[in-house]
């Protein structure tokens, strides 16, 4: 009978996941937020997340990693970030948007990665090799032309917040009662 453990080969396989090379060091990176959307757009982001997240976390284990996911009708229209906090208190945001995991995980190796990655990525390239898997497929984006940038989670948020505000009529003071809390005093 199975008793539900992950088999060795399995745990075997998870770990040598989590140890591939390039090591995902964050040495001056402090915190880290992604937000996108729970399912039916983001693609990239969400596969970063389920991915290369896990990579990071286990290269990283004292970095503290926020990951915001909301529900996006088709109506919706906003674009996934990642907000990074360094050691010295500087902010900087990737955008997300129609971009491919392999992309996200560059562009935030390259702006945190340290001299490691810089070591890595030299290596790879002077031996041909691709600096992450999957690298080879990002020319592939089908990029959609668009008049304005997207507004970010936060942005929407707001946005959506002031205009059901604005456009909601007030509720009374005094509602009249139905059904049993009519026979209430």
């Not at 693609?43 to 529900?71: M, S």
């Not at 070591?119 to 089908?142: C, D, F, H, M, Y």
């Not at 009529?169 to 005093?185: E, M, N, R, Y």
């Amino acid at each position: 009978m199975p008793s539900g453990k992950p088999s060795p080969s399995r745990l075997a396989s998870v770990l040598s996941n989590l140890n591939a090379e390039p090591r995902l060091n964050l040495k001056s990176l402090k915190s880290l937020k992604l937000s996108l959307a729970f399912r039916n757009d983001h693609f990239g982001a969400r596969h970063f997340v389920k991915e290369q997240l896990p990579r990071i976390r286990w290269a990283n284990p004292n970095l503290q990693i926020q990951v915001e996911t909301w529900r996006k009708t088709k109506d919706e229209e906003w674009r996934p970030e990642m907000e990074l906090t360094f050691d010295n208190g500087t902010a900087q945001s990737i955008d997300m948007h129609e971009k491919w995991s392999s992309a996200i995980l560059k562009e935030l190796m390259d702006v945190a990665g340290g001299e490691h990655w810089k070591q890595w990525k030299r290596e790879a390239l002077s031996a041909g090799k691709p600096i992450v898997p999957g690298e080879e497929n990002e020319t592939k984006v089908i990029k959609r032309t668009r008049k304005t940038t997207l507004p970010t989670l936060d942005e929407f948020r707001t946005r959506a917040k002031s205009t059901a505000t604005s456009t909601e009529t007030p509720i009374p003071d005094s509602l009249p009662k139905t059904g049993v809390a009519a026979a209430l005093p």
